[in-house]
């Protein structure tokens, strides 16, 4: 009885701090007046950085024209502003903690705003590239310090929330992008990719200075030499990306020279980030296995979901007739899967269920889409492409939101910031890595699908085309030959689209091992930032 008696005294004893507890735990790290509102000012200003990163590539021949380029030298125009993005990215943590993240974010939207109108009013490619690269290094933080503010400024019971609300954004703006930019060329003019920018981020703008906190600022020592090493492999890579289609990849020495910096600049920043005592990414990120795993799935995801929206467009227009409004309508569903299935992720995770399993499920379902979408020929109707993109999408925001929260549910808030700058970086690099080796590999599969598909054509159909046929109708035989060569041609490059689809398959499942290394816990555990850092 004694026993019995002594232990509800015990367990009510115990649980008598927990509401204050509970309730400490469960607060905004900085709480704000209105909140519903900055999250609409926050998202204004990611949505327009997202859309900027695929908005301008249907503009590129009309800018080739615009500003006197030749074809080799317009892609510039995406290559500078994805270069500099990349390079600035890793910056984002140790400007927050120096400047303040609303000094910095509000900075950032106000320079990609000014740098959006010198890009509309550039006159020549030299001013572009220019103005492009300003626009990149403005708006590389915009994504990650949206992410982060708007966790900080909600209580974390509520993350899975505004996680599917940020990440909705990240996933539907590159498929708007395009479709919105054909819209704006074909009907206005290519230099309103850019001006619509400034509506959308005076906005922004107007409701980040009225409702974003301020936070604290750390006198955190900045490391010049990690942040010059991991600049040059930014750099190398986006530069082996873009000119190795050009020089045919490792058959330039070129390419070599990008390979060997890439190498020795990630050899030599890995050492000099374990000896410094202030390296330029805190090393308790790499130390927690979540946030590790959550980066390798980021590559991963970027690999596969950039570089399916890369080779759509071309394909639904180039291969299977559709305008440039039809073809971003058949990519919608997928906007339209992301939108449901983040609700129902985030609805799921608030009550409990494995984060593991919506993960594990999600990409599972995004290599399903990817097996449908392999199966296709140029015949595929609506019905079959609008369907796989449902499940695609469906399937991304299943896994891409529980990944986004377990990354930062064992994340200290002070490390929120340059966290979210490191998972959007390695997203980045997957999704350029995924779109240039995609694209060199439907160009290298066309080629040898076409000499197949050649060296298979019927003999007696040969036969009848030989010189003397040619020779005897003229421009009819030549005219009939051309019509052929056009048919193996279209027949080569679907071969290749499904070659690239099956690779891409096989690429997101083997995704789901990783999956079962993350440590779900039931709700964040917060520790606090050392004295002095």
Same mark, same amino acid.
């Given at each position: 009885m004694?026993?019995?008696?002594?232990?509800?005294?015990?367990?009510?004893?115990r649980?008598?701090?927990?509401?204050?507890?509970?309730?400490?735990?469960?607060?905004?790290?900085?709480?704000?007046?209105?909140?519903?509102?900055?999250?609409?000012? &926050?998202?204004?200003a990611?949505?327009?950085?997202?859309?900027?990163?695929?908005?301008?590539?249907?503009?590129?021949?009309?800018?080739?024209?615009?500003?006197?380029?030749?074809?080799?030298?317009?892609?510039?125009?995406?290559?500078?502003?994805?270069?500099?993005?990349? /390079?600035a990215?890793?910056?984002?943590?140790?400007?927050?903690?120096?400047?303040? &993240?609303?000094?910095? #974010?509000i900075?950032?939207?106000?320079?990609?705003?000014?740098?959006?109108?010198?890009?509309?009013?550039?006159?020549?490619?030299?001013?572009?590239?220019? #103005?492009?690269?300003?626009?990149?290094?403005?708006?590389?933080?915009?994504?990650?310090?949206?992410?982060?503010?708007?966790?900080?400024?909600?209580?974390?019971?509520?993350?899975?929330? =505004?996680?599917?609300?940020w990440?909705?954004?990240?996933?539907?703006?590159?498929i708007?992008?395009?479709?919105?930019?054909?819209w704006?060329?074909?009907?206005?003019?290519?230099?309103?990719?850019?001006?619509?920018?400034?509506?959308?981020?005076?906005?922004?703008?107007?409701?980040?200075?009225?409702?974003?906190?301020?936070?604290?600022?750390?006198?955190?020592? #900045?490391?010049f030499?990690?942040?010059?090493?991991?600049?040059?492999?930014?750099?190398?890579?986006?530069?082996?990306?873009?000119?190795?289609?050009?020089? !045919?990849w490792?058959?330039?020495?070129?390419?070599?020279?990008?390979?060997?910096?890439?190498?020795s600049?990630i050899w030599?920043?890995l050492?000099?980030? =374990?000896?410094v !005592?202030?390296?330029?990414?805190?090393?308790?990120?790499?130390?927690d296995?979540?946030?590790?795993?959550?980066?390798?799935?980021?590559?991963?995801?970027g690999?596969?979901?950039?570089?399916?929206?890369?080779?759509?467009?071309p394909? +639904?227009?180039?291969?299977?007739?559709?305008d440039t409004?039809?073809?971003?309508?058949?990519?919608?569903?997928?906007?339209?899967?992301?939108?449901?299935?983040?609700q @129902?992720?985030?609805?799921?995770?608030?009550?409990?269920?494995?984060?593991?399993?919506?993960?594990?499920?999600?990409?599972?379902?995004?290599?399903? *889409?990817?097996?449908?979408?392999?199966?296709?020929?140029?015949?595929?109707d609506?019905?079959?492409?609008?369907?796989?993109?449902? =499940?695609?999408g469906?399937?991304?925001?299943?896994?891409?939101?529980?990944i986004? @929260?377990?990354?930062?549910? &064992?994340?200290?808030?002070?490390?929120?910031?340059?966290?979210?700058?490191?998972?959007?970086?390695?997203?980045?690099?997957?999704?350029?890595?995924g779109?240039?080796?995609?694209?060199?590999l439907? *160009?290298?599969? @066309?080629q /040898?699908s076409?000499?197949?598909?050649?060296?298979?054509?019927?003999?007696? #159909?040969?036969?009848?085309m030989?010189?003397?046929?040619?020779?005897?109708?003229?421009?009819?035989?030549?005219?009939?030959?051309?019509v052929?060569?056009?048919?193996?041609?279209?027949?080569?490059?679907?071969?290749?689209?499904?070659?690239?689809?099956?690779?891409?398959?096989?690429?997101?499942?083997?995704n789901i091992?990783?999956?079962m290394? +993350?440590? /779900?816990?039931?709700?964040?555990?917060?520790?606090?930032?050392?004295?002095?850092?």
């Amino acid at each position: 009885m004694a026993s019995g008696a002594a232990s509800p005294l015990g367990r009510g004893s115990r649980r008598e701090p927990q509401p204050a507890s509970t309730a400490i735990e469960d607060s905004p790290r900085y709480p704000v007046a209105n909140h519903g509102l900055l999250m609409i000012g &926050t998202m204004l200003a990611a949505l327009i950085q997202v859309l900027d990163s695929t908005i301008a590539n249907v503009a590129l021949p009309h800018m080739q024209s615009a500003l006197g380029a030749q074809p080799d030298t317009v892609t510039w125009v995406l290559t500078s502003y994805i270069i500099a993005s990349a /390079v600035a990215l890793p910056l984002t943590g140790w400007l927050s903690n120096r400047v303040g &993240t609303r000094r910095l #974010f509000i900075f950032s939207v106000s320079g990609f705003i000014i740098t959006s109108m010198m890009c509309g009013m550039a006159q020549n490619l030299e001013e572009m590239v220019i #103005f492009r690269a300003m626009q990149g290094v403005s708006g590389a933080f915009i994504l990650p310090l949206s992410q982060s503010s708007m966790l900080d400024a909600t209580r974390p019971s509520k993350h899975a929330q =505004i996680m599917a609300l940020w990440s909705l954004g990240v996933i539907v703006g590159p498929i708007v992008g395009p479709v919105l930019g054909g819209w704006l060329t074909e009907n206005w003019n290519w230099r309103w990719i850019f001006y619509v920018n400034v509506p959308l981020g005076v906005s922004a703008l107007s409701i980040l200075i009225a409702q974003l906190p301020k936070s604290e600022q750390t006198a955190r020592p #900045f490391d010049f030499v990690g942040f010059i090493l991991v600049a040059a492999a930014l750099a190398a890579l986006q530069m082996l990306l873009d000119r190795g289609p050009q020089i !045919d990849w490792f058959d330039a020495t070129e390419s070599w020279i990008y390979l060997g910096i890439i190498l020795s600049a990630i050899w030599v920043a890995l050492l000099h980030f =374990i000896a410094v !005592d202030h390296p330029l990414f805190d090393r308790r990120l790499f130390a927690d296995l979540n946030f590790t795993i959550a980066m390798i799935f980021m590559v991963a995801t970027g690999v596969v979901m950039f570089a399916n929206m890369a080779l759509l467009p071309p394909l +639904l227009q180039t291969l299977l007739g559709y305008d440039t409004i039809d073809a971003g309508i058949l990519m919608m569903p997928r906007g339209i899967g992301v939108l449901v299935s983040m609700q @129902v992720a985030g609805w799921l995770v608030r009550r409990g269920v494995d984060a593991r399993l919506l993960i594990g499920t999600g990409t599972a379902m995004l290599g399903y *889409s990817l097996y449908m979408m392999s199966g296709w020929s140029l015949d595929v109707d609506r019905y079959h492409i609008i369907s796989s993109g449902i =499940i695609m999408g469906f399937g991304t925001g299943l896994a891409f939101l529980p990944i986004n @929260v377990t990354a930062f549910a &064992t994340l200290a808030p002070h490390l929120r910031a340059e966290g979210s700058s490191l998972l959007n970086l390695f997203r980045s690099v997957g999704s350029s890595i995924g779109i240039s080796v995609m694209m060199a590999l439907f *160009s290298r599969n @066309v080629q /040898v699908s076409h000499s197949d598909l050649t060296s298979q054509m019927d003999g007696n #159909f040969a036969g009848m085309m030989d010189v003397s046929t040619v020779e005897r109708y003229q421009s009819i035989g030549e005219t009939a030959l051309t019509v052929v060569n056009a048919e193996i041609s279209r027949q080569a490059a679907m071969v290749a689209y499904i070659d690239d689809f099956h690779l891409m398959m096989w690429l997101a499942i083997a995704n789901i091992p990783l999956v079962m290394m +993350l440590k /779900v816990q039931s709700r964040p555990t917060f520790t606090p930032p050392p004295s002095g850092h």
